[in-house]
């Protein structure tokens, strides 16, 4: 659920509400039950009546508008109670439980992660080379805590770990059991929702999807910068360079990727109906797919890699709105792709790249890849205008 401080929000009208001998709080809605604590009466008191957050926060912790731990940790709690139903948006009816119908769940994209240890264990290094002792670190996308564990290890004195996904139940699991608990805090919610009660002198943010931007690693960062980070503060990642490259996909390949010839034949066996016009209408268009890089190695390449733009995250990045590029002509009448890949500079020593030359056998990135039309124009395998904007779009010029 998207929340800012004007969201408006009020709890069920029909709750039980038991006290535990330890002093917890038991929420009981439709049979479920939610284990909360400290301020979770105090919460639903301030939304017995419609309040946004901001307002609700100014009663429940008085002068702090959520600027200090204190704060920090009500705002996780009201998160909680959102997932859970016990709060709702003002006039929704039911519950607002938010549950797994519908939707992805995190755990397997992070099992992806740590197997791939290339890229983890280059985030590790990155973090041990950037964080100093006694440093503030902010770590936006926290997943399973991982990362922001690192920090801690690395010296740092606080560590303010964001997770607005499921998985923040199993980071905060992890990191009570890393022994760095009293120095990492998890903070529950979007970090453009939140505020910190310091600045940060490092930033940590592994929001890099297979489009680079995809997961809008620009506007965290900028975000981050303006509001969340102290004047020349450290990131990890430093620096992103993006690139494309032409390559002859192999037909077998091709097939997979498209209404192939003989899929079409599979499909007219099976069916009794003719897909043909529909692969001759798809061969004529520019589509988007995505392989592992890994297997983009193995095809004939158009030439070397050609680099788009770069990103630097030592200040407020910037992206260009368009860049034009001609790639090299190859034999004609073989189908063509041009991959999207990418290289980022973690630290000063260590860098990763997903481009298919040099990318590691545990690479859990996939490439985005345009297939191209079957025709081709002037000396060249095509222009193109790349738009960089939440994600990267390649619109063929010529």
């Not at 995809?214 to 506007?219: G, H, S, T, Y």
């Not at 190695?297 to 260009?320: N, Q, R």
Request: some cysteine.
């Amino acid at each position: 659920m998207s929340l800012d401080r004007g969201t408006l929000l009020e709890r069920l009208p029909e709750l039980t509400v038991r006290l535990t001998p330890s002093g917890g709080v038991q929420i009981e809605r439709d049979g479920e039950v939610l284990r909360s604590r400290g301020r979770a009466l105090s919460i639903l008191e301030a939304f017995s009546e419609p309040r946004t957050l901001e307002a609700a926060l100014d009663i429940l912790v008085p002068g702090s508008s959520a600027g200090k731990v204190e704060g920090l940790e009500v705002i996780e709690t009201i998160f909680g109670m959102l997932n859970a139903g016990v709060l709702r948006r003002a006039g929704e009816k039911g519950g607002g439980k938010q549950t797994q119908s519908g939707s992805v769940s995190p755990v397997p994209s992070q099992i992806a992660l740590l197997s791939d240890s290339g890229r983890t264990s280059s985030f590790l290094a990155a973090i041990a080379e950037t964080v100093r002792p006694g440093d503030v670190v902010l770590d936006i996308g926290t997943g399973t805590g991982i990362l922001a564990v690192a920090a801690a290890r690395a010296g740092a004195r606080r560590v303010y770990a964001v997770e607005a996904g499921e998985i923040a139940m199993q980071a905060r699991a992890f990191i009570e059991g890393s022994g760095f608990a009293d120095r990492v805090t998890l903070l529950r919610g979007w970090s453009y929702a939140l505020s910190l009660p310091e600045r940060a002198d490092v930033l940590i943010t592994e929001t890099i999807g297979n489009d680079p931007l995809d997961e809008r690693i620009v506007d965290v960062v900028s975000d981050a910068r303006r509001r969340l980070l102290k004047d020349g503060a450290r990131s990890v990642p430093r620096a992103l360079t993006v690139f494309i490259q032409g390559f002859v996909i192999p037909e077998k390949d091709l097939e997979e990727m498209t209404f192939g010839p003989e899929s079409v034949k599979a499909w007219r066996a099976a069916y009794g109906m003719d897909f043909e016009p529909v692969r001759r209408a798809t061969d004529a268009t520019l589509r988007r797919w995505s392989v592992d890089p890994h297997r983009a190695k193995e095809w004939p390449s158009a030439g070397d890699p050609v680099p788009l733009f770069e990103v630097t995250f030592d200040s407020i990045p910037a992206v260009p709105a368009a860049v034009e590029v001609e790639l090299p002509r190859f034999e004609a009448g073989r189908a063509a792709g041009i991959l999207l890949a990418f290289e980022v500079e973690l630290s000063p020593s260590v860098r990763i790249s997903t481009l298919p030359a040099d990318v590691r056998p545990d690479n859990s990135w996939r490439s985005p890849i345009w297939l191209l039309p079957r025709h081709r124009c002037g000396p060249t395998l095509g222009c193109f205008r790349v738009e960089a904007r939440r994600r990267i779009f390649l619109e063929e010029t010529c």
